[in-house]
């Protein structure tokens, strides 16, 4: 299996399923993990992850970042197998809340009525399968270093070349950073997947997996 290394962005304090899921991956996995970039930040996560793909590219020579948020948890063989899917940018499925629902981190992009691009979770999925998506989040994501490289040429944003959250037109709204950089990625004309058979965690009121 090729390097890795990985990058969390945390406030502090990480929980304790987080720092399990990190030792298992670094210790059990098969992928050999290069270095662990932690960066401490404050709300504005973008800047963090921003941060985090600068010092990957200026000092690390692995051909994979994994990025990962400190309120999941994943399986030891997580980046072994992404890696093994074979595609330039790929997270796990992942899930969140909405109004006591949980949804996966699955999104097509629509338009609505009135022309606005608007994104669409998925209801529906095949299992243990790769699946091609317009976004996804960034809290267990698989990145070649290709990637950060096309998108922040094509982004021509050097303030933030490949997180920053972006408005969606609706008014008082923005998108995520996570979702403006698979748009991003798709500018580049680079897909993203998800594997929908490496299932995380995902700590809320309750551990959502």
Known sequence: ??????????????RAEFCA???????EGRTRVRTVIALESGPNISTGRNLICREFLDRNLAPWLFMCDTDMSFPADTIDRLIAAGKPVIGGLCWSLSQGERYPTMYELTEDEGGRLAFRRYAAWTKNDVIKVSATGAACLLIHRDVLLAVEK??????????VESAVGAP?????????????????????HVHTGVK???MK?????
């Open 172 to 192: 008082l709204s923005l998108m995520g950073e996570d979702m403006t950089f698979c748009l991003r990625c798709a500018a580049a004309g680079i897909p993203v």
């Open 200 to 202: 995380v965690g995902h």
């Open 1 to 14: 299996m090729p390097d890795a290394v990985i990058g969390y962005v945390h406030a502090g304090t990480v």
């Open 21 to 27: 899921s990190l030792l298992a991956v670094c210790m």
């Open 154 to 163: 094509t982004s021509g944003d050097p303030a933030a070349p490949w997180f």
């Open 205 to 209: 009121t309750q551990m959502l997996i």
